[in-house]
Every structure is written in structure tokens, then in C-alpha cells.
């Protein structure tokens, strides 16, 4: 019942700025550490940016100035704002999330994915 709902996605020019919102809903209890990965076309899944429950955050260097995560815990949603954005940063972004339901154990989420295009 649980899902993540990404929104925010689209084309950029180089210098630009994006916000991407990842949307929790369902039978939340809990909601542990929410993150942002992105996937390059043709590379690998990689972590972009994590905020723990307790507000810490850690940030990939390439990104490291130029992304904020944040969280509206009353929404249970979750931020990355993207700043002075480069063709580099071109990639499907997901979000991903810890989170209790009707169990003790914190239980794996995906969003679905958005698109982020940036053109030079």
C-alpha cells in the first residue's frame, strides 16, 4: 500500500534550476532515511543525496554546493532542489525510502523515477 510518488522532472538548460518532490502515502507508521539516486544514461544507480531521520544529510561530491535534500515530515515528503545544473547531471533520478508500516522492521521503498534533462 505504500508508495513513492516522484514529480519534478523535465528539461533544464545548463546554469538552471530544478526542484524534484518525492511523495509518501499509504500506511505509513515511520519513515526512516529518504534519499536521491540518479542513473546516467548507460552507468550505474548512484547515491546523489541521503537526510537521515534526525536531519543529517550526506551529499555525493559531484552534486556537493549545487543540490539540497530536504523534508516536509507533515507531508511526508521529500525534497532535492538542484541548482547551476550541468549536462552531466542528466539522469533518471529516484528516491528511495526506509519505512515502517504495520511492523517493527523498516521495509525498502522505490519511487518510480523522473527525468531530468539538462541541455548545454
Known amino acids: 500500500q505504500v508508495q513513492l510518488v516522484e514529480s519534478g522532472g523535465g528539461l533544464v538548460q545548463a546554469g538552471g534550476s530544478l526542484r524534484l518532490s518525492c511523495a509518501a502515502s499509504?500506511?505509513?507508521?515511520?519513515?526512516?532515511?529518504m534519499s536521491w539516486y540518479r542513473q546516467p544514461p548507460g552507468k550505474q544507480r548512484d547515491l546523489v543525496a541521503t537526510?537521515?531521520?534526525?536531519?543529517?544529510?550526506n551529499y555525493a561530491d559531484s552534486v556537493k554546493g549545487r543540490f539540497t535534500i530536504s523534508r516536509d515530515n507533515a507531508k511526508n515528503t521529500a525534497y532535492l532542489d538542484m541548482n547551476s545544473l550541468k549536462p552531466e547531471d542528466t539522469a533518471v533520478y529516484f528516491c528511495?525510502?526506509?519505512?515502517?508500516?504495520?511492523?517493527?522492521?523498516?521495509?525498502?521503498?522505490w519511487g518510480q523515477g523522473a527525468q531530468v534533462t539538462v541541455s548545454s
Open positions: 528511495h525510502a526506509f519505512i515502517k508500516t504495520t511492523g517493527d522492521i523498516p521495509r525498502s521503498f
Open positions: 499509504g500506511s505509513i507508521f515511520s519513515i526512516g532515511s
Open positions: 537526510m537521515h531521520s534526525g536531519g543529517r544529510t
